[in-house]
């Protein structure tokens, strides 16, 4: 077998976490600084830890990364939380939405599609961006309900439709 599919009979056996894995691409230059600072601010708040931490004092100790004698050496998913292009290191890392008109899909001149957007960057960036459009693509609807009160819910809970992003 040749390395590259040894590499990936450890990653289906679970004896390799492809996440802890280091990426090519230069910190910090690379990644998204004001979001990492964001999160390094809330981690050092929600734990109540000296302000002394640093941004890769944080990322280390959340297995992000590992300080080297050049500086800090990202993993995998340290990149696709925060690098500012993401698809650079996975070509997949991203979320496209599609809005359909009707119940079903639509192919070729039936192509039924009224909404096609792509969000790349930093995850916590594309889910945030997704959500605020797939937000305004929900419509409501109003009704009279039993109480003789007109009542206006969104065409599908929030909790679903986020989901659907996160996942």
């Known amino acids: 077998l040749s390395e590259a599919e040894k590499r990936e009979i450890r990653l289906n056996k679970g004896e390799l976490d492809a ?80 809005r359909y008109e009707g119940m079903e899909e639509g192919l070729g001149q039936r192509m039924n599609a009224v909404a096609d957007e792509v969000f790349d960057g930093p995850l916590p960036l594309q889910i945030a961006e997704a959500e605020r459009f797939v937000g305004s693509q929900i419509r409501n609807f109003t009704r009279l309900g039993k109480d003789a009160r007109f009542l206006t819910k969104p065409e599908y809970p929030k909790d679903v439709w986020f989901e659907a992003i996160v996942n």
């Not at 959340?62 to 300080?67: A, N, Q, R």
Request: proline content about 8%.
């Open 19 to 98: 996440e802890t894995e280091r990426v090519p691409i230069a910190f910090p230059d690379d990644f998204d600084e004001s979001l990492m600072a964001r999160f390094r601010d809330a981690y050092v708040a929600n734990r109540n830890l000296p302000p002394r931490y640093s941004i890769t004092d944080v990322l280390q100790l959340c297995k992000l990364g590992k300080k080297v004698a050049q500086g800090f050496s990202p993993n995998l998913a340290c990149a696709i939380l925060f690098a500012k292009d993401s698809r650079a290191i996975v070509p997949g890392a991203y979320i496209r939405v599609f």
